[in-house]
Structures are given as C-alpha cells and as structure tokens.
C-alpha cells in the first residue's frame, strides 16, 4: 500500500514525545481487558526495538533493568503480602532512601524520543510519505465510504484512512469519538553519577526513569486541563522533592528540561481501536498513559484490520461502537 502520514504539526511530537517511555505491563496499573494486549505488546518489544534501529541506522534506549514498584500499603496491602519482595534494598538500589520496600518488577523502559525518531527514519526508509503542518479537519465521505481527508490546506485522496490523532481524534468527524487531553507535566534531569539510579521507580506520588546517558525523567502529574500544555513551576518543583525525597543525591542534578503533553484519555480509559461503521475509515487512539507500550502490538492488530484479516487478539472491549447511545 502507498502510506502518508498527515500530521498537524511535527511527526511524533506531541503525546509520543512527551511520554515517560515505561513499559508497564502490570496488572494492578492497568484495566483488566488492557492485559492481554499489553503483556502482548511488551514482548514484541525487544524485536520491534531491533527492526527499527536496522532500518533506520539509529540508536534506541532500550533498557532491561526492572522496576521497583512501592505499592500503596492501604489499597494494595494484599498484593503486597503476596508477592515476594526484595530482601536488602541496598542491593538494587544504594541511592533510595525509604522504608519501604517494593516489588521488582521484569520490566523495559525505552526512550520514546529515540523511538519516535527512528520509526519516522524507518517509514521514510519504506517510502512513506509525509505531510507535516496539515491539520486535518474532517474525514471525506462519498457514497457511504471513506475517501480521504480534508485539511486547512488541502484534500488527500485515498480510500483508506485511520484516525489516530491521540487527544485531537475527537474533533474529527463524521464520528463522533469521547477522546480528550489528559495533561502530564514533567521534568528530565542529568544525574550527578550516570549509575546514581538503575531501575525504573514508581510510587504512588511520583516516578523515577533512568536513561543509558546519564539522564533522568521525573514525573508526571495527570490534570483535566483541556489543551493546555503549559508548565507550572511549582508543579515542577514538586515532582522534584518527591524524587529528592526518594533519592536525596537527586539534589546535585542538574533540570535539563521540563515540559507538558496531553494523554489521549476515554471515558473507560481503554482504547478505541477498528473499523467503524463507515468502511474505509479506522480508529486508534485512546491510548492514554499507555500509548508506548501498546505501540507495536497497536500497529500490527490495525495493519491487519486494515488488510481484511483476523487479529490475533480480541479487540472487542476497545471498539469505536462501544460509545453509541
């Protein structure tokens, strides 16, 4: 098939780029009819990881290290008693300072920045076209079927088209999808050793995500805000004293950056993946604080839709239906 991407700005720069990049596939995070794609999505990882780095000749942040979950001993005192724990906290991680002890979970992190990049490098690798600064405004119908879309500057032609516009889905018609912002505030930080935290952490107040170089990003607030991206320094400042709180030696970090993004959130938060009821036209979005993870498990369930195939998975709870009176 010939592929473009029309985007209404920069290709990969608004939720994707803003993510944390958490590979978090455990259940008590996530819906319960979200399990079996995400664990799904999660393997494909490591593999989806190495394709893209071939065809684009770029580098990803894959990490393997694990995460160390704090668990609320109010709501989640059960699940505590029932999973193992790490005996000697200093043994994971010299730097935390808490009390507490978590579970260790056999998690990924990825850099989404990184992945961003080489999936656009990749599809441009496979003749996929782009157009950036179109902001699509409706879906063209004609006799019943999709047949393109209109832009504020144009109309594209084609009798596929998918609908994945994240926190913007909703605004496109002809149907009507309950998509809206999910605003996430964070701030990245250069670690004063490259090694000063090695695992993923996630607390019930705030999460710690290393990358390979040295950086850290500290986040993230969940805020009904509508299409506000702006940051708040105080906001910012206090996701830094959790994180000081959990790692005193975080005080010698040097904030690199800060900034917003908008989650694609749905009145269940599951996704609103498939066809819709107007042949020709697919939806993928929804995705929420998720939309990393199930990135690869996303495109290859959609591609295969979109080919008049079997999924392999059950995407009965995500779909577009599921929201009409």
């Not at 979200?34 to 071939?54: I, N």
């Amino acid at each position: 098939m010939s592929v473009l991407v029309v985007e209404k700005g920069e290709p990969g720069r608004e939720a994707s780029w803003a993510a944390g990049g958490m590979l978090a596939d455990f259940g008590l995070e996530l819906p319960a009819p979200l399990q079996a794609v995400a664990t799904a999505s999660a393997g494909m990882y490591p593999e989806f990881v190495h394709e893209l780095e071939d065809e684009s000749g770029l580098k990803i942040d894959l990490r393997s290290e694990g995460t160390l979950l704090f668990l609320d001993s109010h709501r989640d005192g059960a699940l505590q008693q029932s999973h193992p724990l790490p005996a000697v906290l200093e043994t994971f991680e010299p730097a935390l300072q808490t009390p507490d002890l978590p579970l260790f979970l056999k998690e990924r992190s990825v850099d989404p920045r990184d992945l961003t990049t080489a999936a656009i490098a990749a599809a441009r690798h496979r003749a996929i076209d782009f157009s950036s600064g179109d902001h699509v405004l409706a879906i063209e119908i004609n006799g019943g079927k999709a047949a393109g879309v209109r832009t504020n500057k144009t109309r594209f032609a084609s009798e596929i088209v998918v609908n994945c516009a994240g926190a913007w889905a909703g605004q496109i018609g002809p149907h009507s999808l309950p998509t809206r912002p999910v605003k996430g505030q964070m701030l990245c930080v250069a670690m004063p050793r490259k090694e000063l935290v090695r695992h993923v952490v996630r607390t019930p107040d705030v999460y710690l995500i290393p990358r390979s170089d040295g950086r850290m990003l500290i986040g993230a607030t969940q805020e009904e805000a509508g299409f506000d991206k702006q940051t708040v320094p105080e906001t910012i400042q206090n996701l830094r004293k959790s994180a000081l709180n959990l790692v005193p030696k975080l005080a010698a970090a040097r904030i690199l950056e800060a900034w917003a993004g908008l989650r694609p959130g749905t009145p269940d938060k599951l996704p609103i993946l498939g066809a819709t009821s107007t042949p020709g036209y697919f939806v993928a979005t929804g995705h929420f604080r998720d939309g990393i993870l199930l990135a690869p498990v996303t495109a290859k369930v959609l591609s295969q839709i979109v080919a008049g195939q079997r999924p392999e998975l059950d995407l009965k709870a995500f779909g577009v239906e599921r929201f009409r009176s």
